[in-house]
Antibody, heavy 115, light 105 residues
């Protein structure tokens, strides 16, 4: 069974870059696409983007100009960078496996506050 | 962007009762629709994909139906552990989620 764990700073200053890493265990990193999803406090879910182990990416059009997702297959990790953050980017950020359209496995989530 | 609208926002039911949740897409998503359950402080869990196929390990009391723009998640007999927020998600064109329905006692 795939297990995912997010890590990174819980507090980011406005205009700076949010950086998170997700560590994958329990399966090969080539078995899925790997995605980031966020959820502002008390609100719904927003897909940010995904990456394949080959480095192929796909980003949400609404965030594309500020998002970079990368993968390190040797460490079984993938990472999110979101630039020029504002208070609107405060959210719980989840990493998840993505295959055939759905998110099968999720990390526990990490709250990132922009302040 | 395809907008997903869920109703009602909150559904109050008693244990053992049937719950019916709706999800409407702003344009057809064929059957590329999934449902997730989220409990407080937890990550979402995949329940249904392809509009009607239960994910691995999901009890038979959860069922999904619909195609095109209108979808339904039915919980046939609510158990105490089913009280949660439910999100629909379309993967026909990009990936978008509904705002959620909270199922409460």
């Amino acid at each position: 069974q795939v297990q995912l764990q997010e890590s990174g700073p819980g507090l980011v200053k406005p205009s700076e870059t949010l950086s998170l890493t997700c560590t994958v265990s329990g399966d090969s990193i080539s078995s899925y696409y790997w995605s980031w999803i966020r959820q502002p406090p008390g609100k719904g879910l927003e897909w940010i983007g995904y990456i394949y182990y080959s480095g192929t990416t796909n980003y949400s059009p609404s965030l594309k100009s500020r998002v970079t997702i990368s993968v390190d297959t040797s460490k079984k990790q993938f990472s999110l960078k979101l630039s020029s953050v504002t208070a609107a980017d405060t959210a719980v950020y989840y990493c998840a496996s993505y295959r055939r359209g759905t998110f099968d496995y999720w990390g526990q989530g990490t709250l990132v506050t922009v302040s | 962007e395809i907008v997903m609208t869920q109703s009602p926002a909150t559904l109050s039911v008693s244990p053992g009762e049937r719950a019916t949740l709706s999800c409407r897409a702003s344009q057809s998503v064929s059957s590329k629709l999934a449902w997730y359950q989220q409990k407080p402080g937890q990550a979402p869990r995949l329940l249904i994909y392809g509009a009607s196929t239960r994910a691995t390990g999901i009890p038979a009391r959860f069922s999904g139906s619909g195609s095109g723009t209108d979808f339904t998640l039915t919980i046939s007999s609510l158990q105490p552990e089913d009280f949660a927020v439910y999100f629909c998600h379309q993967y026909y064109d990009w990936l978008t989620f509904g705002g959620g329905t909270k199922v409460e006692i």
